[in-house]
């Protein structure tokens, strides 16, 4: 037991220090990729807010679109312009959304399109894959999830072409939606994405894309925009980077299941406040303007050879290299030489995730990637 005033530690469970580095354990501010701890020492950041920040911590058109909400009042008695914008905005640029709803969390932006597709096919049952938010209904064996509750829900094995179709096949009449994360570690191959397609279709299951990582990354359009999925998945969900460390999640895809919205209740009292709709609209603009999704890939490519060097050297802790340009991490033999490296490196100043995904940001240029992986090399020597 603790005496932590915020029980387990802190309320973002993937920032609680043993999944982390121990120390430093909390920061005081950041800016750009570099982040300063309660010591007041400054480290160069890979975690990114957990992928919630692709342009840079505080990037000044951001900071200057949050501002000047924050003048105008934040919230006020009806829904802001803002809101009717962005939406309109963001359907410009990912063409399969026609319509789109506004929530805080990730979480509750999936379980809304959980419950669109519960509407719109009258099922109850749901095949996920990947993570999808703490709430029950995508709940395995958490402790407090009714037993009801999770026997509505499997898990749908990822690129599992063969297994993936039986599941679907087998619970056809039931089944009211998949969800998946379209890249789980690796890249997902045309062939499983092609049979989600198909036998959701064959299934009459509603197709959802949690994209809440993979959107305003691997293209703003996320992964359905880099494969090429076409037919569309019916609904998307995109959250995290989307209003570059502003809480905002949307749920968004064809109108007739989006529009059943206003059949079922989904609704939330701050969906509509005018900071986080501010952010992500500037978001976006930068998104456009500066090609943020290239430039990503060019940085995190240089991030993921660097990374097989490192693998080359120290053979003997580094047993692979895991995830894709814009999202990756190492693999180590031991999880206790994992956190010995991820603990080395933080030490000089080195914030890199372990066992999960590092993220790069618009704030990462080639020289910052360099000196990172220098310091994993000393690290790694250390370990
Ligand atoms: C793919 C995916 N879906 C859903 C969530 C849940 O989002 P949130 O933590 O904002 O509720 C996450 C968070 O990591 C995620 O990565």
Same mark, same amino acid.
């Given at each position: ?7 387990? &530690? ?10 982390? %580095? ?12 570099? !982040? ?9 950041? @890979? ?10 911590? *505080? ?40 319509? !789109? ?10 379980? =809304? ?13 749901v095949l996920g894959c *990947?993570?999808? *938010? ?23 094995? &990822? ?17 009211? =939606?998949?969800?998946?994360?379209? $890249? ?19 299934a009459g299951a509603i197709?959802? @894309? ?11 359009? *996320?992964? !359905? ?20 460390? %502003? ?28 900071? =986080? ?9 930068v998104f456009v303007r ?38 990756? @991490? ?10 010995? $490296?991820? !603990? ?7 914030? &890199? ?31």
């Amino acid at each position: 037991m603790n005496d932590w005033r915020v029980p387990g &530690f802190t309320s973002t469970g993937s920032k609680r220090p043993d999944a982390l %580095f121990g120390t430093p354990a909390r920061m005081t501010r950041a800016s750009g990729c570099r !982040v300063w701890d309660e010591n007041g020492r400054e480290h160069i950041d @890979f975690v990114m807010a957990l992928g919630a920040v692709a342009l840079g911590y *505080g990037h000044p058109d951001v900071n200057r679109a949050a501002t000047a909400a924050i003048a105008a009042g934040v919230v006020g008695p009806l829904p802001p312009v803002a809101e009717e914008e962005l939406a309109e905005a963001l359907c410009d640029q990912i063409p399969w959304l026609e319509r !789109v709803r506004f929530l805080k969390t990730g979480a509750e932006a999936v379980a =809304a399109a959980v419950r669109l597709a519960r509407v719109a096919t009258g099922r109850d049952e749901v095949l996920g894959c *990947g993570y999808h *938010g703490w709430l029950d209904w995508c709940q395995g064996a958490t402790e407090g999830v009714p037993a009801p509750v999770r026997n509505l829900f499997a898990e749908l094995p &990822f690129n599992d072409v063969a297994a993936g179709r039986e599941m679907i096949r087998a619970r056809a009449p039931r089944l009211a =939606a998949v969800v998946v994360e379209p $890249v789980i570690v690796s890249e997902p191959t045309r062939e499983w994405l092609q049979m989600l397609r198909v036998e959701t279709e064959r299934a009459g299951a509603i197709l959802i @894309f949690d994209e809440i990582k993979t959107a305003f990354r691997l293209a703003i359009g *996320g992964a !359905v925009a880099r494969y090429h999925v076409t037919p569309a998945p019916d609904l998307v969900v995109l959250g995290k980077a989307l209003a570059n460390g %502003f809480p905002l999640a949307a749920v968004g895809g064809r109108a007739d299941l989006m529009n059943a919205a206003s059949r079922t209740w989904i609704s939330s009292t701050l969906a509509t406040e005018g900071v =986080a709709l501010a952010a992500a609209r500037a978001t976006l603009d930068v998104f456009v303007r500066d090609d943020v999704c290239g430039h990503l890939h060019r940085v995190g490519t240089r991030l993921l050879h660097g990374l097989h060097e490192v693998q080359r050297a120290h053979a003997g802790i580094v047993t692979g290299v895991a995830g894709i340009a814009e999202m990756c @991490f190492l693999h180590c033999a031991t999880e206790d030489l994992s956190r010995a $490296v991820a !603990v080395q490196a933080a030490g000089r100043g080195l914030l &890199f995730k372990r066992t999960a995904y590092n993220f790069v940001s618009l704030a990462h240029d080639e020289s910052t990637v360099d000196r990172a992986l220098a310091m994993l090399h000393e690290a790694l020597r250390a370990s």
